[in-house]
């Protein structure tokens, strides 16, 4: 009896080991994946950013004026929305 204990036992640690390696492996490979797409997520935004950059530079008065007139519709519909309460 005592001999199928620690066989049974040793069958159950051996299998929680190997649970425990498979979950260890998972999470290795999903904080990969997420680095990875940081990693494209990051690159997205810098050249992104760039371009915007660059139409600034190249039209710098249509630039302003849409960034005020954003700020105007913006603004209006904020009034409007908080008065409406």
């Known amino acids: 009896m005592e001999a199928y204990i ?7 640690a051996s299998s929680v080991g190997e649970a425990a390696n498979s979950l260890k492996d998972r999470a290795h490979r ?10 494209e997520a990051r690159e997205a935004i ?9 139409q600034f530079r190249r039209h710098p008065f249509e630039s302003l004026a849409i ?8 603004g209006i ?3 409007l929305l908080l008065r409406s309460k």
């Open 6 to 12: 620690e066989t049974a036992t040793a069958a159950a």
């Open 30 to 39: 999903a904080a990969e994946a997420a680095e990875h797409v940081a990693a």
């Open 46 to 54: 810098r050249y992104r950013y760039g371009e915007t950059e660059r």
């Open 67 to 74: 960034c005020f007139g954003s700020g105007l519709l913006l």
């Open 77 to 79: 519909v904020s009034s």
